[in-house]
């Protein structure tokens, strides 16, 4: 099964940026759909971005959370794919884990509920 590692998360201040990764360990031909949830403070883990990597695609959808201050992005070659969420305008509340996922719902359905594959993982933490 595909794993996905996640990188760049960290500490930011209120109103910085902050840049998360996410790559693959193999091509993907199964699956043509990743992105990001979050699990913030007394709450259940929510979407936070997603992002059509098949042919042709390169459509994303967001979540509540992210609209209008959080991008998701993608990159691929011959072995990997990545996909990037760049997290501007960051507030404290935004603190948490940001998973990165592949195999989403979303992509195909108006629904976050089905997710097959998750990473382990990266710490955001802003402060005020």
């Known amino acids: 099964q595909v794993r996905l590692v996640e990188s760049g998360g960290g500490a930011a201040q209120a109103g910085g940026s902050l840049r998360l990764s996410c790559t693959t360990s193999?091509?993907?031909?199964?699956?043509?759909?990743m992105g990001w949830f979050r699990q913030v403070q007394d709450k259940e883990r929510e979407p936070v971005a997603a992002i059509y990597i098949g042919s042709g695609g390169g459509w994303t959808r967001y979540g509540d959370s992210a609209r209008g201050r959080f991008t998701i992005s993608q990159d691929k070659d011959d072995y990997k794919h990545t996909v990037h969420l760049q997290m501007d305008r960051l507030l404290p509340e935004d603190t948490g884990m940001y998973y990165c996922a592949t195999d989403i719902e979303v992509c195909y359905t108006n629904s976050w509920s089905y997710v097959g594959v998750w990473g382990q993982g990266t710490l955001v933490t802003v402060s005020s």
């Open positions: 193999t091509y993907l031909t199964k699956y043509s759909c």
